[in-house]
């Protein structure tokens, strides 16, 4: 019984709440850093406890933080004005946006540890403790007319 609630728990866990993807151009629009990895935690009370642009392999210490950032508003902004609605956050644990570039764009080392790194920290929390939502940049295609008229 046991292993079936742990295979049923880490089935229900390995999600993300929400998965947004945008195009550089889109990004650059707001005030979003440009840049990937990111990561940007949010706590129980919607106040900003972790942000870093870069590969973070502690993850599951950055949860624990307990004093709020001060740019926790301003933040919130950010990512609402590009993802162009509320954000949604966990009452009863963390909120985490996660930003990361789509392989079909290029190499990104940093990336591709930082999923496997995410991935992990929802296989050992429960699905209520954690909200996770990634950003995913990725490649646009468009056409430039460049015949005489």
Do not use: W
């Not at 993807?21 to 900003?48: C, G």
């Amino acid at each position: 019984m046991k292993k079936l609630l742990l295979l049923i728990s880490l089935f229900t866990s390995i999600c993300f709440a929400e998965n947004y993807e945008f195009t550089h151009r889109q990004i650059i629009k707001t005030k979003v850093k440009n840049t990937a990895p990111q990561v940007i935690i949010f706590n129980d009370k919607q106040e900003l406890i972790f942000q870093a642009d870069e590969y973070v392999p502690n993850i599951l210490s950055k949860l624990r933080i307990k004093d709020p950032l001060a740019n926790s508003e301003q933040m919130k902004k950010n990512l609402k004005s590009l993802i162009k609605k509320d954000l949604d956050f966990n009452d009863q644990g963390v909120t985490v946006y996660f930003v990361t570039i789509s392989p079909d764009i290029g190499l990104c080392p940093p990336c591709r540890q930082q999923e496997k790194v995410m991935d992990k920290l929802l296989e050992k929390l429960p699905n209520s403790a954690v909200n996770m939502n990634s950003i995913t940049l990725i490649n646009e295609t468009y056409t430039i007319d460049v015949s005489e008229k």
